[in-house]
């Protein structure tokens, strides 16, 4: 069974960091569009964040661009998430999900991805 768990949530003071990282139990992310997503209450899920695995191709959403760094040491290591300079409109909850699409093609739109992790809370306090 496809599992993929988030890690490394936590509650940080702005201007603060996380990473988080996605694993994959019973999966790989060999060839794979892996996405970080995120959530706050009453605002809908958005893309944050995705790496097309094996070439390493990465596209950001603007709202972190210069912030964010997606990662992944190799094919079979985790998907990280670097977030630096956190702010409190970052809050929410975030996700990782695993898809297809090639050179993460649509990489914005949650129906582009297959599997979704449960998720990680993160909380920017100011």
């Known amino acids: 069974q496809v599992q993929l768990v988030e890690s490394g949530g936590g509650s940080v003071q702005a201007g603060g960091s996380l990473r988080l990282s996605c694993a994959g139990s019973?999966?790989?992310?060999?060839?794979?569009?892996v996405g970080w997503f995120r959530q706050a209450p009453g605002k809908e899920r958005e893309g944050v964040a995705a790496?097309?695995?094996?070439?390493?191709?990465?596209r950001y959403a603007d709202s972190v661009k210069g912030r964010f760094t997606i990662s992944q040491d190799n094919a079979a290591s985790p998907v990280y998430l670097q977030m630096n300079s956190l702010q409190p409109d970052d809050t929410a909850m975030y996700f990782c999900?695993?898809?297809?699409?090639?050179?993460?093609?649509?990489?914005?739109?949650?129906?582009?991805?297959?599997?979704w992790g449960q998720g990680t809370q993160v909380t920017v306090s100011s």
């Open positions: 999900a695993s898809g297809t699409r090639f050179m993460c093609r649509d990489w914005e739109f949650s129906t582009a991805y297959n599997y």
């Open positions: 019973g999966y790989t992310f060999n060839r794979k569009c």
């Open positions: 790496i097309y695995t094996n070439v390493g191709s990465t």
